[in-house]
């Protein structure tokens, strides 16, 4: 990562291993039990894009003599040397969120020396763009679903580090943000709480619930679509997945580059209130329906479906086979001897038994209710995007000296 640009005066540029008082270690991975014991270890998953995620650690082994070799202190860094392209790097700074915890093979641990550098400064700095672009260019593997790092590449990051007083003001400022983007977090977990207890409430049978309801088969609500074409347009390429259903992938792709690099091969068509599954993920919820207001291609592995009833609400049918305990139920019906290619059939879906209010209006009046509840979430959802991309920006211009503080700011962080 080459500087392009004149620092600020008093700004300077070095590597991350000049600010070290402690050296950059690889951590312990032991044979961990299945319950808890009062000692832990981290994994990967606890290192989020935004944080420390402290529900993600594992029972750390007791008999284990190793194990208190690893364990952390207050101020440790760690960041993750293997994992995928996009989360490869990531790093956090260790509070004691977790007593008694120490760290897995595939993070490296390092502490700082606080006369140079103010820890949640460089916490932020380790985050910023520059610090993820320069890791994913260094990033080596042989496909994108396992890269890694090593020693060198984590040693020669390079820091932009401004005065004391600056790196605690610029640290402070940026920490506005993330007291923002967590509020939100947890907002947005409480809101998808309430819409799983009205999914409990509406779709777990019971017999005061259930009394003006009817058994039907999924297959007598929707029918297997299979028209297909190539890309084009009027008609581009989506992916379905777990997170945001059926989306468009200009996110990883260049929709000109697919609608030229095909070679003609046929994707199945989605209309607009199409359902579709994955077969092989059905089981973690791989399903979705297209609110796409065009039709738009999938992959030929997937399944179509349209339905041809006019006795479901489409919006309550939606809710229905997409809610935690259908998805559940998808996966007691999956088929194959290896887990990777375990899948549910279109047969067996089709097969697939669900309840439905007799009268039409009740469907709709509960879809009501569940959809507002949705919405609810995914605006919370947009919120969180907006404070991330703002944060990004800011941290941008602020950690580059771009932008910097004003004076009268910096002012109290010198008298402090």
Not at 132 to 155: D, H
Not at 187 to 214: D, G
Not at 365 to 391: G, P
């Amino acid at each position: 990562m080459k500087q392009r640009y004149e620092l600020p005066v008093g700004w300077k540029q070095t590597m991350l291993k000049k600010l070290v008082n402690k050296d950059f270690k690889n951590g312990y991975s032991p044979n961990c039990p299945e319950k808890s014991n009062g000692n832990w270890i981290l994994s990967l998953g606890n290192l989020t894009e935004n944080g420390f995620d402290p529900t993600q650690a594992k029972p750390a082994p007791i008999d284990d003599a190793r194990v208190k070799d690893f364990l952390l202190e207050f101020g440790d860094f760690l960041i993750s040397r293997s994992n995928t392209l996009d989360k490869v790097g990531r790093t956090m700074l260790f509070r004691d969120e977790i007593e008694n915890c120490s760290y897995p093979d595939l993070l490296i641990r390092f502490r700082v020396d606080e006369n140079q550098v103010y820890r949640e400064y460089l916490e932020s700095y380790l985050r910023s763009p520059q610090v993820r672009k320069y890791i994913q260019s260094c990033a080596s593997g042989t496909s994108n679903t396992m890269v890694k790092i090593n020693k060198k590449v984590v040693e020669k990051i390079p820091i932009i580090l401004p005065p004391y007083s600056e790196q605690k003001a610029i640290a402070d400022l940026l920490s506005t943000w993330d007291e923002a983007i967590e509020k939100t977090g947890r907002i947005i977990q409480a809101k998808k709480k309430h819409l799983n207890a009205l999914y409990q409430k509406f779709f777990v049978p019971r017999s005061s619930l259930n009394s003006h309801w009817k058994k039907v088969k999924i297959g007598s609500l929707l029918t297997s679509r299979n028209k297909r074409s190539i890309p084009t347009e009027a008609c581009p390429l989506y992916s379905l997945t777990i997170e945001d259903g059926i989306t468009e992938k200009t996110d990883r792709y260049n929709r000109q580059a697919l609608v030229k690099d095909t070679n003609n091969k046929k994707y199945k068509i989605v209309f607009p209130n199409d359902i579709a599954f994955n077969p092989a993920n059905l089981r973690w919820g791989a399903i979705a329906r297209s609110e796409v207001n065009h039709n738009v291609l999938i992959s030929p592995i997937y399944e179509v479906l349209k339905i041809n009833s006019n006795a479901v609400d489409v919006d309550f049918l939606t809710h229905l086979l997409t809610c935690p305990r259908q998805i559940g139920i998808y996966a007691t019906k999956t088929e194959g001897t290896l887990i990777e290619r375990m899948a549910v059939k279109l047969d067996a879906f089709l097969l697939l038994d669900i309840l439905i209010p007799d009268n039409i209006n009740d469907q709709q009046q509960i879809a009501e209710t569940l959809s507002a509840a949705r919405q609810e979430i995914d605006l919370m959802k947009v919120l969180a995007d907006k404070y991330k991309t703002q944060k990004r920006g800011l941290m941008q211009r602020m950690l580059t000296g771009t932008w910097r503080a004003k004076p009268e700011i910096l002012n109290k962080y010198k008298e402090a």
